[in-house]
């Protein structure tokens, strides 16, 4: 991402598969924006290959705010509230023809890389995470029963990276390059990543999530932390810092 003077910035995907994230950007997000509370990317010119750049590239509006940091929520119970509101919306949405969103399937389809990640994990012990307890969370969340109703829209990637806030509220959600028709637990995540024990009931509630998407969410959550820890852990302080505030977050849940 590049400031383009002061009111845009430019996406120029670095590898391959953010290809492919753009054009859906391109396609979906003019269809989803009227139809949520939040400011979403406002795609205003899509770029096409030249001067040596091999793929398309899209310039958006730019977004004022802040990336809200787990731990240093001025007001968490509002964020969960708007965050609350964002999912429901999103979730509400009938346009036809979504893609398969990102990580959307069934949380099986997530074992063989969250166990080979709880393994990797056993071999750096400088990182202190009990490798017994989350795969007992993780072993919980493939006994859940899984989603029996039509998938819905999901924005399937809310992190706390993917988030713009100000004055205490959530003010934007970013990157929708995971989007698309899926388990609705699959947009659980802040519940874990970034909100409080009890902002994260407020959120619970107001979503009336039952204890079986309870326990899915929780899973794909920290399935997505072990597998980042051991990636990001030499190379990008943000996210391991959030990967491991997620382990912390679940296994103190209990």
């Known amino acids: 991402m590049y400031r383009l003077v002061d009111d845009m910035v430019v996406r120029l995907p670095v590898v391959q598969g953010g290809v492919e994230e753009v054009s859906m950007e391109q396609e979906w997000l003019p269809r989803l924006a009227p139809c949520l509370p939040t400011r979403v990317p406002e795609v205003l010119g899509a770029g ?46 009938t346009l036809p023809a979504a893609p398969q969103a990102h990580r959307g399937g069934p949380v099986a389809s997530l074992d063989a890389d969250t166990r080979a990640a709880i393994e990797s994990l056993r071999g750096v012990p400088d990182e202190g995470v009990d490798c017994d307890a989350v795969a007992a969370v993780w072993d919980d969340a493939l006994r859940a029963p899984g989603w029996a109703e039509p998938p819905v829209w999901l924005h399937a990637d809310l992190m706390p990276g993917n988030l713009l806030g100000d004055g205490g509220r959530l003010t934007a959600v970013l990157d929708f390059g995971c989007m698309g028709f899926g388990d609705p637990a699959c947009d659980l995540f802040p519940a874990w990543n970034l909100l409080p024990a009890g902002a994260r009931e407020v959120f619970r509630a107001a979503l009336d999530v039952d204890d079986a998407s309870w326990r899915r969410g929780r899973g794909r959550t920290l399935s997505q932390a072990l597998i980042a820890l051991p990636y990001y852990r030499t190379t990008n302080p943000a996210m391991a810092h959030n990967a491991r505030h997620v382990i912390r977050a679940v296994l103190d849940e209990g």
């Open 48 to 93: 096409e290959p030249a001067q040596g750049y091999p793929w398309p590239w899209s310039v958006y509006r730019w977004l004022a705010g802040e990336h809200p940091v787990a731990g240093a929520l001025s007001e968490p119970v509002l964020v969960a509230e708007d965050l609350a509101a964002f999912v429901a919306a999103i979730r509400s949405i």
